[in-house]
Nanobody, 111 residues
């Protein structure tokens, strides 16, 4: 199993980014998928989750209404659309499926 995140970068406050997580060796349409993030000096925290059993999405209160999780079964890829970004969204973002983790992609929100 391999998960590769990309799409992070430097963005100004109020801007948008779309993170991607390309999966191999595991099908994104068969398992619950999640995005986590870890800011400098802080613990890793959950950002969003797509529950495969109930086909429901969950979001941390801090990102609700601004972030959206989705998956593309054909490309076996998971996305995290991030809008109205704030400096406090600065972190390394990770995707996870069935206990497997990617290497993370850094997001910096700064003017």
């Amino acid at each position: 199993v391999q998960l590769v995140e990309f799409g992070g970068g430097l963005v100004q406050p109020g801007g948008s980014l779309r993170l991607s997580c390309a999966a191999s060796g595991i099908g994104v349409n068969h398992y619950t998928i999640g995005w986590f993030r870890q800011a400098p000096g802080k613990e890793r925290e959950g950002v969003s989750c797509l529950d495969i059993e109930y086909d429901k999405t969950y979001y941390a209160e801090s990102v609700k209404g601004r972030f959206a999780i989705s998956r593309d079964n054909a490309n076996n890829t998971v996305y995290l659309e991030m809008n109205s970004l704030k400096p406090e969204d600065t972190a390394v973002y990770y995707c996870t499926i069935m206990g497997n983790w990617g290497q993370g992609t850094p997001v910096t929100v700064s003017s």
